[in-house]
């Protein structure tokens, strides 16, 4: 059986081989399947752990912490209104896989097709099977994440550049960049522009470099907002 017959076999090559397997669906452009599966996968998990209580009180935690970071004060009604709202983890869960799938995949695509034009004669299906693929790797994130939310008793997320230089000031500007970068997330970039690459021809590490690029021009932008919300708090 070949990479391009069976839909776990792709799932498979993604992490094992991802250049072969990204040229066998670029020859046989299929991306629902793939898709699909990696978002019912994604919502489940997280739905299985936010509807026991230490899932609650995590998502609890996650939303207490961003609102937090970002200036807000949590009194008693909004720590209140969090609370009733974790009361709602699987629809959640589902909201955000959502997002974090179909949508984010549409949006990349939308971008990657932007971007470099017409791969050929090939088409957007082309650009979105190779993205949806990709996923497979943000589905593997997901799955770790709520594992070790459930361990853990909170959603931030331990997969950070943070967890790597533990001896810096937590509220100093690097500290926040680093606890930003998700390392499954730079590992997505990485296969994507593999994807990328083999769909148009181009050298990998110049598109991943690129799109590195942007992933931590993104996270110094939120880390700054983050720090000028605190600041305007204080």
Known sequence: MTIG??????MLGV????RRTFEAVA??????GVLTLTCAVTAATAAAVFETEVGRLALLDQWERTAVAFGQRVDDATYAALAAAS?????????????MGPVLALGVAAAIRAAFGSPGNAGFRHVLA???HAGVVLMLRQIVAVVLAYGRETLASPLTLGMLVTTLD???????LFG?????VVWWILVLAIGVSVLYRRPARGIALTLLGLYLLLAAALAAAMA?????LS
Do not use: K, M
């Not at 020859?27 to 629902?32: E, K, L, N, Q, V």
């Open 27 to 32: 020859a046989a452009p299929r991306w629902a």
């Open 15 to 18: 992490v094992r081989s991802p």
């Open 228 to 232: 000028l919300s605190g600041d305007a």
């Open 180 to 184: 930003i970068v998700d390392l499954f």
């Open 170 to 176: 937590e509220a100093s500007p690097l500290a926040r």
């Open 87 to 99: 009361d709602q983890g699987a629809a959640y869960a589902l909201a955000s896989s959502l997002a």
């Open 130 to 132: 190779v993205v949806a």
């Open 5 to 10: 017959e069976s839909l776990a076999a792709r």
